[in-house]
């Protein structure tokens, strides 16, 4: 079992920043994949960033491309996400995701890759 605790959400301004944090811990993975998704209000949940722990190789969803940027610090196990240019769009309740085999080919945005998840952290962006 791998646990995933995620922190850092709250509110901000249109144009703020946010870094959130993902911690793991209990019988984590030496590679995987794992994703960051967000789900607001009345949408699908969506894939927002993924990373392959093995290789730190990074994606993204083309709506955050160039704002937002996925890293990890295996020694913490943690991942993190920090978003910068916020839009009043990225508010949404954001996930953390873990124990994907792949991130290549597109497999980073499904959510049903994943194995593990958190409870999720409150993202909120004012105009």
């Known amino acids: 079992q791998v646990q995933l605790v995620e922190s850092g959400g709250g509110s901000v301004q249109a144009g703020g920043s946010l870094r959130l944090s993902c911690a793991a811990s209990?019988?984590?993975?030496?590679?995987?994949?794992m994703g960051w998704f967000r789900q607001a209000p009345g949408k699908e949940r969506e894939g927002v960033a993924a990373i392959y722990t093995g290789d730190d190789s990074t994606y993204y969803a083309d709506s955050v491309k160039g704002r937002f940027t996925i890293s990890q610090d295996n020694a913490k196990k943690m991942v993190y996400l920090q978003m910068n240019s916020l839009t009043p769009e990225d508010t949404a309740m954001y996930y953390c995701a873990a124990g994907g085999a792949y991130c290549s080919g597109g497999y980073w945005r499904n959510r049903y890759e994943y194995v593990y998840w958190g409870q999720g952290t409150q993202v909120t962006v004012s105009s």
């Open positions: 209990g019988r984590t993975y030496s590679s995987n994949c």
